[in-house]
């Protein structure tokens, strides 16, 4: 069975239908999911593709003095992708970074690292002891942390390091609800028949941390309902979308198929102090994750366990970052992907040209020229400059701050509450949303769609003024609706995966051991 989806799609180039209300006539034009195979390489490489990045402050309840950031990675899970299920590398090195003086270096790095065991259950079959081929042995429900039942077992440390990432010893974080420094990562949702319960077997896995001179917290990794929305194949056949337009009109925001539906990811979701990562430096923060693996990999003999594909050698190379949504996908040009990936944002200055120049307006600009539709023409693009690389003044730009790509939230606005977000976040009215930082509801679509085309201009933000913005509405949308209705208002907030199987476990029940 495949692991993972065939499609010669990238994902984070993912684009559905733009739509301008104020247009008589339906257009579209490419808009963009979020991080997933949106470069030649990490297409290649799943399972340290990054697919989204979120950080905001917390929403659930009495949890306002934290900050959750959330880490997606292994895009287009089938759910019923067995029987090897969707493990992260245990040779790579997974980060979130934080800044927390406006610089563009990391001050503070939390790293994931993931170990597989293979228990190497075996049945008595003919008096020989025999493997088995599955991840589950079928002797009882996988319930719990560590299940005997489960033949495969994820486990994961989390450490912190505080100054540059590869100069500075890693200190570990503690696992307060068990004990040591290891972590459980539940088992996919392979169907009710293995996991009964799948959202009370997976709420085990939420522990509470200690963070070393820093506070407690908590941590989530495991695999949850892929938080974007989408419409795929019609975007990338030039936005081959047609609809009448009166249902434009009326539903433009209902008005695509969302090509993700069915799909899963991998998340890994952290909560901290907000005083742990401001360290007192000022209120706006700055982050990004990435995803680096060994500069070489060999096939050697390891004894016992035939070939090992993963053996290591060499020192780490990064493959994989995201910050801000959208920008490798629609800003970065083809032949600079890769580049993006493995950069750092002190040296996001040979990118410039992308954000000052882009060409995602004129693009739109070309395929849709008849609709009326047109590009901004106030170079350099001050405002895409302050969205993307400074922050918005009175916002989210920090003091002293250093142009560079990330995502920054200003942690002195405090969290609105699940059920009164607004799902265009700054735009809407709701400064505690996008791009003060990315809460899951926050449609990053249609904000930066708008964005694109000079919207910030029409607020007197980012250095321009109306007269840039061209003439005409700038409600533009990619037609896939999302809100925090979607969500949930707790840690660890996304949604709980779809299970492999459609089947309850209702028919055939397991024979007594």
Known sequence: MTAYRKQPLFRRAAASMLVAAALAAAWAGPSVASSHREGPFIATQPQVDGTDFYMFRSYEPGREAYVTMVANYVPLQDPYGGPNYFKLDPNAVYEIHVTNDGGAVENITFQFKFQTTNDDNKFNVGGKLVSIPIVQNGSADVANPNASALNVHEKYTLSIIRGPRRASAPQPITNLTQGGTSFDKPVDYIGTKTIGSYIAYANKHIYDIQVPGCGTGRVFVGQRKDPFVVNLGETFDLVNIKYPAVELNALAEFATVDSLADANVTSLILEMPIGCLTEGKGNIIGAWTTASVPAIRTMSATPGSGLDPTAQTGNLVQVSRLGMPLVNEVVIGLKDKNKFNASEPKDDAQFADYVTNPTLPMLLEVLF????????????????????????????????????????????????????????????????????????????????????????CTLNLGGCVPANAPAGALKYTDGAYISSAFFANQFPYLRAPLKGSPNDDNAVKRAAP
Request: glycine share 14%; charged share 15%; no cysteine.
């Open 369 to 456: 020229s008849g609709a009326g539709v047109k590009a901004p023409t106030n170079f350099p693009r001050t405002d895409l400059v302050a969205a993307f690389l400074t922050g918005i003044t009175g916002v989210n730009q920090p003091p002293g701050v250093v142009v560079s790509e990330q995502l920054r939230l200003n942690t002195a606005v405090a969290p609105t509450a699940g059920a009164a977000q607004n799902r265009l976040g700054v735009l809407g009215g709701d400064n505690a949303g996008f791009p003060n930082g990315r809460r899951p509801g926050d449609d990053v679509v249609d904000i930066e769609l708008r964005v694109a085309m000079g919207v910030l």
